[in-house]
Nanobody, 118 residues
């Protein structure tokens, strides 16, 4: 059983910052990738940023230069530092971990709301 716990969402004004955290527990094979996705009502869930356990990172163009993803060195924990937030960043943010070997098993967190508004 794999369980992901997310935290750090909330309400922030445009230009502000938030830091999301996600910790995955259970048996997860390496290599793997932990990622942040976001979704707004009526739209497709989209990848925001991802980080492998080996340190390779990926960002959506819309957040490059503003968001930074990082991972703890010894645990399946991922962070998303979000700076210069914009109203269009408003969404439910979901944490994901996916194995990059074998059957490519993946798991989702329950999501955390980020609202950017004046």
């Amino acid at each position: 059983q794999v369980h992901l716990v997310e935290s750090g969402g909330g309400l922030v004004q445009p230009g502000g910052s938030l830091r999301l955290s996600c910790a995955a527990s259970g048996s997860i094979f390496r290599p793997n990738r932990m990622s942040w996705y976001r979704q707004v009502p009526g739209k497709q869930r989209e990848l925001v940023a991802g980080a492998t356990n080996g340190g390779t990172t990926t960002y959506d163009d819309s957040v490059k230069g503003r968001f930074t993803i990082s991972r703890a060195s010894a645990k399946n924990t991922v962070y998303l530092q979000m700076n210069n937030l914009k109203p269009e960043d408003t969404a439910v943010y979901y944490c994901n971990i996916r194995e990059l070997v074998g059957s490519l098993r993946g798991y989702w967190g329950q999501g955390t709301q980020v609202t950017v508004s004046s």
